[in-house]
Nanobody, 123 residues
């Protein structure tokens, strides 16, 4: 069983930065693609970014392109989401999820989910 724990959320001013971490335990992340999702109050959950198991393929939602960067360190069993130039509309609970189809980057069919970390962008 793979457990995922997100961290790094918090309150940040517009234009600021945060780095989210998704750390796994129980199993190695080596063979899993990892997706970051977010859910804002009153809205449906949406896929934000995804990275394949070998890190060579990454995908970003249009709303975050150029501002967010996903990366992974398989030796640390951790995936990161660097978020720059944050906007109030980025406020949401951010979740990471793992897909055993490691070579594919997608926002559905995830096998494991973390419990989320709250990001609030406000002045």
């Amino acid at each position: 069983q793979l457990q995922l724990v997100e961290s790094g959320g918090g309150l940040v001013q517009p234009g600021g930065s945060l780095r989210l971490s998704c750390t796994a335990s129980g199993l190695s992340l080596d063979y899993y693609a990892i997706g970051w999702f977010r859910q804002a109050p009153g809205k449906e959950r949406e896929g934000v970014s995804c990275i394949s198991s070998n890190g060579r393929n990454t995908v970003y939602a249009n709303s975050v392109k150029g501002r967010l960067t996903i990366s992974r360190d398989n030796a640390k069993n951790t995936v990161y989401l660097q978020m720059n130039s944050l906007k109030p509309e980025d406020t949401a609970v951010y979740y990471c999820a793992a897909d055993h189809h490691g070579s594919i980057c997608r926002y559905y069919g995830m096998d494991y989910w973390g419990k989320g970390t709250l990001v609030t962008v406000s002045s």
